[in-house]
């Protein structure tokens, strides 16, 4: 094979490893999650009373995995954020610990953006150092297809796919290289068939 063009980490995390948080679990989850929701400065927005956590598919990076959430408020907005931890290994026997969660809130919600084809919150959770000194965000990003028949969402950087997850339970989450010498990420959702049926940048066209 020839010498790839783009020297860039591909499918640098783990995938999805764990269900949905259940149980004393998610409590411990939901409870890191709202003390960072309470830690949040809404300035002069009402934020409300945060409603249901719901919780993505788990993604492992640089030996700490993320668990990204997101609720309703409410006054209609939207909080998202994720919890992260060190630990739990491949036999799950590894102790958990060093937690940090992350909270924000938007009033940008799929119910307010009919059309909308995909709901993504994204992150970066940080960086890989490529060629020239070049450093590209590791972005976690999470969401919902708003469309049916969906089952595979990839992470494309300049045409090259850099991650992929299965859609769980409505969801998905991707850790990819995003704002690389100036490219970036452009999420796609496909069918069974391999089918493109939509696709969003995290970036608005203008």
């Not at 990204?68 to 491949?90: D, I, Q």
């Not at 924000?104 to 970066?124: G, H, I, M, S, Y």
């Not at 010498?181 to 066209?205: P, V």
Request: hydrophobic share 40%; proline share 7%.
């Amino acid at each position: 094979m020839p010498p790839e063009a783009r020297f860039v980490c591909r499918f640098a995390a783990e995938p999805p490893q764990e269900g949905s948080p259940s149980g004393r679990w998610e409590e411990r989850l939901r409870e890191e999650f709202l003390a960072a929701v309470g830690a949040i400065d809404p300035g002069e927005t009402d934020l409300g009373e945060p409603g249901e956590p719901v919780w993505h598919p788990d993604r492992t990076w640089g030996g700490r995995t993320f668990v990204p959430v997101t609720a309703p408020t409410s006054t209609g907005l939207e909080l998202f954020g994720y919890v992260s931890f060190v630990g739990g290994g491949a036999d799950g026997e590894e102790e958990l610990n060093d937690f940090y969660a992350s909270a924000d809130f938007t009033d940008e919600t799929a119910e307010r953006n009919p059309d909308w084809r995909l709901d993504l919150c994204d992150e970066v959770v940080g960086g890989w150092r490529g060629e020239g000194g070049s450093v590209a965000a590791m972005t976690l990003v999470w969401g919902r297809p708003l469309v049916a028949d969906g089952v595979v969402v990839t992470a494309e950087l300049a045409g090259l796919a850099v991650d992929q997850c299965a859609v769980a339970d409505g969801r998905f989450t991707l850790l990819a290289p995003d704002d690389y010498r100036g490219d970036f990420l452009d999420i796609k959702l496909f069918d069974r068939r391999a089918n493109q049926i939509a696709s969003e940048s995290l970036y608005d066209e203008d």
